[in-house]
């Protein structure tokens, strides 16, 4: 039998010798591949923490212990070890979810969440032991990429303030976050994992000096006695002492034996202590030790041989954004690019290898990123700032006091916006257009489509006045959605050719063919429906109030929280031009989604075209005083 299937929980791992620990690690990488393969995920990251999490597990008592993953992307061995071994559905409605979860297991403590946050809650979580007395354990892992940001190191300066505060932090030093870490921090990090260190200088010299007579031993005690200068010349981790935090390490991360010799040494040792663990990203699997881009980081459905996908899904929204701002760098020399520990994410690879000198990685650090943003643009340059829809609300106090402020020419790129669904609540980007609207002079456009994404940039990268923002899905990008005809700065993709229209329908953004959609399903029911793409969501057009006063309701439909989004900003936009038109808005509630495709929350949270189609044909026959349900249900029927 397996030994991965006799473990059920972690203390079944206490049984286990030395021999069959390792054999249960190279279990673990069999299984991963074979079902990471089937239904995508995070590959990389966990292959490369599977004797560490053993070793974390034998060693301290989950979930009496906390055991804190920083981010989550490398919880996969953490659920195997804790009773949870079906990965059918990883990721998918009703399976696993790719990150830890407290809904699956009391073993999880932090949900899937956002980098560089693990110290902090470790911080806090070993305070509140202090407080009520508990001797229970606090264990944070973090990456070596989430150590560039600045909130590891605010956590760290509080952690270090208690001597006598247990707490392990991990750090996991494969030399990458997604791509290769890169920085001060990772040129230290590189200088203790090649150095020879203090503890084996000292060794080789006491073996030394105690064979030379007399003088021997008193020059060794002089030696020990200047331990913190030569240690720091020898073996520089006196970063981390100076802190006041007992260092630990480098550690082989894929010897179980000395791992668990370390993690017992820093539980015992009654205070704040770094464990260096230095791990090998995607080990085990050829094809992600292979991948020089993000060792397999995250994979969709692959060949487990190979590591080939097994189908492309074309061209994606992220690549024609890449492919335009190479283009753009070709043009203008004052364009560069800054990314967030994501170059190949968020689709700067290309730029990068064009202009290498024009592209900044600033780490996981969103906020300082910003900033340096303005600083490129106050210095008389432009730059592009490309990430994760959801990410950039860590920079907001960034984008309103020192980019808007500034009145900074920036372009802020929002990759992944709306609902992305199998990363779950933490990765939608369904916050943007609504947290955007309070920036004065912001301007926020949402592409309709590839040509759309290219033309807006453009426009974006124009403005040296203020900053702008391009917003757009993620996964592969549709058919171009050819406009009729343009008013004011807005495109109308359909109109029904009479003097009075029923509705008015502003689509936003990707979701342009659905609203296309609800339209002909409204003009099955005999409700005339025009159709707009505002282009540019913030500030509203001029020409939207005008173009709203022709029609008897306003509808709003977008893929952002209906809480402040575009749809409050053309109700309120209304309202100030006078026009008394009723106004129905479509979107995300306020909650946070479950993982599971994004077709399937949308349909969730009633963000399909025969649902919205089905409200307004309600909305419209109450207008007309002749409200019944069977008005709404005829919609279904058109739609077979």
Same mark, same amino acid.
């Given at each position: ?6 473990? &059920? ?143 590891? %190191? ?59 007579? #007399? ?101 994606? %929204? ?39 000198? &024009? ?53 802020? #790129? ?121 282009? %540019? ?16 309701? #306003? ?10 989004? #575009? ?16 106004? &129905? ?56």
């Amino acid at each position: 039998m397996p030994l991965l299937t006799r473990i &059920r929980g972690p203390r079944d791992l206490d049984r286990l010798n030395l021999e069959e620990l390792n054999q249960l690690a190279e279990e673990i990488r069999s299984f991963l591949v074979e079902a990471v393969s089937k239904t995508g995920g995070h590959l990389g990251p966990n292959l490369g923490v599977v004797e560490l999490t053993i070793a974390l597990h034998r060693v301290f008592d989950s979930p009496r212990d906390k055991v804190l993953w920083d981010t989550g992307h490398q919880s996969y061995v953490h659920k195997l070890l804790t009773g949870r071994q079906d990965f059918s559905k990883l990721k998918m409605k009703g399976g696993l979810s790719g990150y830890p979860s407290q809904a699956e297991s009391e073993h999880d403590v932090i949900e899937n969440s956002h980098a560089s946050t693990v110290l902090g809650w470790a911080d806090g979580i070993a305070k509140a032991n202090q407080i009520l007395e508990r001797d229970d354990h606090v264990v944070a892992v973090i990456g070596d990429g989430a150590l560039t940001g600045g909130m590891a %190191w605010e956590a760290l300066n509080n952690i270090a303030d208690a001597k006598d505060r247990p707490l392990v932090i991990v750090v996991n030093d494969n030399e990458r976050s997604y791509a290769p870490t890169i920085g001060g921090l990772a040129n230290h990090l590189a200088t203790l994992r090649t150095t020879d260190g203090y503890e084996r200088f000292l060794a080789r010299t006491k073996e030394v000096l105690e064979r030379t007579p #007399v003088v021997g031993q008193a020059l060794y005690d002089t030696l020990h006695g200047a331990k913190k200068g030569l240690k720091d010349f020898i073996a520089p981790q006196g970063m981390f002492e100076d802190l006041g935090l007992k260092y630990v390490g480098p550690i082989d991360g894929h010897d179980l034996e000395a791992l668990e010799s370390a993690l017992a040494k820093a539980k015992r040792f009654g205070g704040p202590v770094i464990v260096h663990c230095l791990t090998e990203k995607g080990r085990g699997y050829q094809p992600a030790l292979q991948d020089e881009a993000d060792r397999f980081h995250a994979v969709g459905k692959i060949h487990p041989d190979t590591g080939l996908p097994i189908a492309s899904s074309g061209a994606d %929204w992220t690549s024609v954004f890449g492919e335009e701002m190479v283009k753009l760098g070709e043009e203008r020399e004052d364009i560069v690019a800054i990314t967030a520990a994501m170059l190949q994410p968020v689709g700067l690879d290309k730029f990068a290898k064009r202009f290498p000198k &024009r592209v900044y990685d600033v780490g996981i650090a969103e906020q300082h990123g910003a900033v340096s943003a303005a600083g490129l643009a106050t210095g008389g340059v432009h730059p592009v700032f490309a990430v994760y829809a959801t990410f950039l609300n860590r920079a907001f106090d960034q984008v309103l006091m020192d980019v808007a402020l500034h009145k900074c020419g920036v372009t802020f #790129v929002l990759d992944r916006a709306g609902v992305t669904g199998t990363d779950g609540a933490s990765h939608n980007g369904m916050w943007d257009m609504s947290i955007l609207q309070v920036v004065p002079g912001l301007r926020l456009a949402a592409p309709r489509d590839a040509d759309q994404v290219r033309a807006q940039l453009r426009e974006a990268v124009a403005v040296d006045d203020a900053p702008t923002v391009v917003r757009f899905s993620k996964g592969a990008v549709g058919p171009a959605v050819p406009a009729v005809r343009r008013v004011g700065g807005m495109d109308v993709l359909r109109e029904p050719g009479t003097d009075r229209p029923d509705v008015l329908l502003v689509s936003v953004g990707a979701l342009a063919p659905m609203c296309l959609e609800i339209a002909g399903l409204l003009d099955k029911q005999g409700i005339s429906t025009t159709v707009v793409d505002p282009r %540019w969501v913030k500030p509203v057009d001029e020409a939207m109030a005008p173009l709203a006063e022709q029609h008897r309701v #306003v509808v709003t439909v977008e893929d952002n929280s209906r809480v402040g989004g #575009v749809g409050s900003a053309i109700a309120q936009a209304l309202r100030d031009a006078g026009v008394d038109v009723p106004l &129905r808005d479509f979107g995300i509630p306020p909650r946070f989604l479950d993982h599971a495709s994004r077709a399937e929350v949308l349909a969730e949270i009633g963000l399909t075209a025969p649902d919205i189609a089905r409200q307004v044909t309600g909305l419209v026959a109450r207008l007309d005083g002749r409200y019944d349900r069977s008005a709404a249900d005829a919609v279904e029927s058109a739609r077979d």
